[in-house]
């Protein structure tokens, strides 16, 4: 394997072999992120039991659900930059899956904004339905396009898609699509067992202890079945077992340490989880970026799908600057909105906990 | 139709109504971020402390609503260049991905957290940094704009690259960000993004002017300052739009020669041209009725009363001469009236803005009713000009997708038609429903009178028993 590795490696030049994982660190960034506020949608009608549990919910990822998409905006930029012909052929190619995930975005982000302009039960009830399922569907969908990634797709000789929907409908990238629908669920709700208070954090920490053995479960056959197919079928890629064998550890960890109320422990563990299916499927990949189910020589690779030197290298300077830079400020909003967020009093006559005197003009709070 | 039709439609679609939220939020954020400065430094004196308040907390509601729609229809867009211009992706990815990738990474990160920071934070950081916050998201809406613009000046007058083989390749990252093109854009978008929003306060406050008139009350003084700073702001951005504008003519009559022509649908190649104001009739040379201003295109164009400004034919014949055989013409109706759309806009809002300073300096604002009822009004006419003038630019462009270097019946994915009319018909549709739910939004809490200002909850201004101060959303 490792000789194959080398060769593999020798053949792409650094700043490739750099960018693919730049680009498998976004989408990792991305899926633990907004993973979690996925789970929240997902969890919303199950663990809300009236509206006031389900605006305490969605003011969990409140001020962090929209930066937490960018990652995905940067990631397809990213592709875009690095990659033309990886992002060409991936979004021509799963244009329904895609346009379905669009979809869901668009709902599930404007609900956020506009479930509470107005006070008629419908109205919210409609919303919830939006983030519901536009939580759902990409959380689904997601997994179905990086299984189809590594499992192969009809790529003809232009480096065009040639198949139609119904390719991506197979068993392997179900299995896929369901196993980020359940990690990312299960995710969620360690995130609010981590979030909130009282009764809907009890319900929260039931919910993570019922879906951690399924989600267990699921990325054990997924991954189970991607290194099966890397070592029987794919003679290229590779899969150092670590990678999956942690990932699956951190996913069975994840009942036992919410039993032992490590809850901070139990998120890190969903994160490694996550991170460790993503880091699988790039590690297989490379240094493919699409595999072409008609012929190897179709497959798009880091090489004739990266978009040159000069460019390359323009963005490496970039990321290099920013991305600490980003991670340094997205990291400091987070540890400003640490606190959980408390469902109020049921009394009408209660006020916000708010630090000291905020209704003196001299603070300066303008709400 | 086919494919190329298609994602055409669904383009200039998708596009012009995502452009209809972006320039509120470039403009509103800035409003905002004066509003609560203006706030924050009468912190002391308790009635200015109060006016300056209640206006920021009055416009940061539409501005909310707005922000959510520009950033979900935005992911639309960033996807659309690999769904349906697949090939356009491989050939410019490496010059034009660049940017795209920039501004998620400089600007898209610094409004969205900075936003849930300014929205979500008021009780958790100091009124210092919540005051930044704001400045921030400002400021990290004008880079959005500034890279995307660069990747659109790149399609207008493409720089920095070399061909390679099938695609273009960039050598210059420093050119393709000073494009000459890109300069006068920004500047032109931002400076209309502005007038767009102080449009839409000048109406606003109008109405809510209006309507304590027509009670017999004294003006709402939240509206009042609202109204003096929207036109103070507005017609300072409409002189700078008309000057970056004009500067944009001129490099477009070196640079695109032919979008010149067909803007003003002038066949033959004159000094001394006149602009025409409309036409009824026939664009192509025997109109029914014409206005026209003598030489002022030559003006335009060229900066000289007798300048020469080249016509289609000409133009037409060069291109052939140097690109090949093919049709050169952009759609003149569409640019031709596409354009007359934009300036005239523009100047009908220059006198409305001008003419309410006047109001404004004789202290009779708030008791001109016709003013105030233009003002209500007017406030489509913003909309209307920042669509055209897409509208014009992009069209103008046809039929090349990057100018000189790809045309657009090249840069089409191969997608099924049948794919791209779903995703058509559900764009449309989807978008057309959340065009009747923002506006539905925008004209209830436009409704609110300045004082309806809970200290606590923003969001759910109704008093009930189930009132959650401590929920945001």
């Known amino acids: 394997m490792l000789i194959s590795v080398a060769s593999a490696t020798a053949a792409y030049s650094g700043l490739e072999i750099f960018w693919f994982i730049v680009i498998a660190i976004l989408w990792s960034m991305y899926f633990v992120l907004e993973g979690f506020d996925f789970g929240v949608g997902m969890l919303l009608p199950i663990l809300g039991r009236d509206d006031l549990d389900r605006r305490v919910l969605i003011n969990t990822i409140g001020p962090v659900w929209d930066g937490n998409e960018v990652w995905l905006i940067t990631a397809g930029g990213a592709t875009f930059a690095a990659f033309p012909n990886w992002y060409a052929t991936l979004f021509s190619g799963f244009y329904l899956p895609l346009f379905l995930i669009l979809v869901a975005l668009i709902f599930r982000g404007v609900a956020f904004e506009f479930r509470a302009k107005r006070a008629f039960p419908a109205w919210q009830a409609a919303w919830d339905k939006a983030i519901f399922w536009g939580s759902l569907i990409p959380s689904l969908l997601w997994g179905v396009a990086f299984a189809n990634m590594l499992r192969g797709v009809p790529i003809g000789a232009n480096e065009s898609y040639l198949g139609s929907f119904f390719n991506l409908l197979n068993p392997y990238a179900l299995v896929g699509g369901i196993t980020t629908l359940l990690l990312f669920a299960l995710h969620g709700a360690v995130f609010l067992s981590l979030k909130t208070t009282d009764e809907l954090h009890e319900r929260a920490s039931r919910a993570a202890k019922v879906l951690a053995p399924l989600a267990t479960m699921a990325l054990l056959a997924f991954l189970a079945w991607t290194y099966v197919n890397a070592h029987h079928i794919h003679d290229t890629g590779l899969v150092p077992p670590f990678v999956p064998v942690l990932a699956i550890a951190a996913i069975a960890a994840v009942g036992w340490l919410l039993r032992e109320k490590m809850e901070g422990w139990a998120f890190v563990a969903t994160a490694m989880a996550i991170v460790g299916m993503v880091a699988t499927i790039f590690l297989n990949l490379f240094p493919r970026v699409m595999v072409s189910s008609i012929s190897k020589s179709y497959d798009l690779t880091i090489g004739n799908a990266a978009s040159g030197p000069y460019t390359l290298r323009v963005m490496t300077i970039v990321a290099l600057i920013f991305t600490p830079l980003v991670l340094l400020y997205q990291g400091w909003s987070y540890w400003v909105f640490r606190a959980r967020v408390r469902r109020p009093p049921e009394s009408g006559a209660t006020t916000a906990p708010s630090s000291g005197n905020s209704n003196s003009p001299v603070e300066g709070s303008i709400h | ?473």
């Open chain 2, 1 to 473: 139709m086919n494919t190329l039709d298609l994602s055409r439609w669904q383009f200039g679609i998708t596009t012009v109504f995502h452009f209809i939220f972006v320039p509120l939020t470039i403009g509103l954020a800035l409003l905002l971020a004066i509003m609560q400065t203006t706030a924050y430094k009468n912190r002391r004196d308790p009635v200015k402390y109060d006016k300056w308040s209640r206006m920021a907390i009055f416009w940061r509601r539409l501005f909310l609503i707005n922000f959510a729609i520009g950033v979900v229809t935005g992911i639309v867009e960033e996807f659309q260049f690999g769904m349906n211009w697949a090939d356009y992706s491989r050939y410019v990815g490496s010059v034009f991905g660049a940017p795209l990738a920039i501004e998620a990474l400089l600007a898209f990160f610094l409004e969205s957290t900075f936003l849930g920071i300014w929205i979500f934070g008021k009780d958790r950081v100091s009124a210092r940094i919540h005051l930044a916050s704001i400045w921030i998201v400002s400021a990290g809406t004008m880079l959005s704009a500034l890279f995307i613009l660069a990747a659109n000046a790149w399609m207008q007058h493409p720089v920095g690259y070399k061909v390679e083989g099938n695609r273009a390749v960039m050598t210059n990252f420093w050119a393709v960000m000073t494009n000459s093109t890109l300069i006068g854009s920004f500047l032109h978008v931002i400076s209309a993004a502005i007038i767009t929003t102080t449009m839409l306060v000048l109406g606003v406050s109008a109405w809510h002017l209006l309507r304590s008139q027509k009670a017999g009350d004294k003006p709402h003084p939240v509206f009042v300052t609202s109204a003096e700073l929207a036109m103070i702001i507005g017609s300072m951005a409409i002189v700078a739009t008309m000057f970056f504008g004009d500067n944009q003519a001129r490099i477009m009559e070196q640079q695109q020669p032919m979008k010149m022509a067909a803007a003003e649908a002038i066949y033959n190649t004159q000094s001394g041209a006149s602009f025409s104001l409309l036409t009824i009739g026939d664009l192509s040379g025997n109109p029914i009725f014409q206005i026209r201003l003598p030489h002022m295109l030559s003006v335009l164009a060229d900066n000289n009363w007798n300048g020469s400004v080249q016509g289609i034919n000409q133009i037409q014949a060069a291109e052939v001469a140097k690109y090949g055989p093919g049709n050169y013409e952009p759609d003149l109706w569409v640019t031709y009236w596409s354009f007359r759309i934009m300036v005239g806009c523009g100047i009908v809002m220059f006198a409305l803005m001008a003419f309410g300073l006047w109001l404004m300096r004789r202290r009779r604002l708030a008791r001109c009713t016709w003013f105030l009822r233009l003002s209500v009004f007017a406030v489509i006419l913003p909309f209307l000009a920042n669509s055209a003038g897409w509208v014009f630019t992009e069209m103008g462009r046809q039929p090349w997708i990057v100018f000189g270097l790809l045309k657009t019946s090249k840069a089409v994915s191969h997608v099924g038609t049948g794919y791209v009319v779903v995703t058509l018909v559900g764009f449309t549709a989807i978008y057309s429903l959340l065009a009747i739910i923002d506006f539905g939004l925008m004209a209830k809490f436009a409704r609110f009178d300045g004082d309806d200002v809970d200290e606590h909850d923003h969001h759910e201004p109704e008093p009930g028993a189930d009132r959650v101060p401590a929920l945001v959303y």
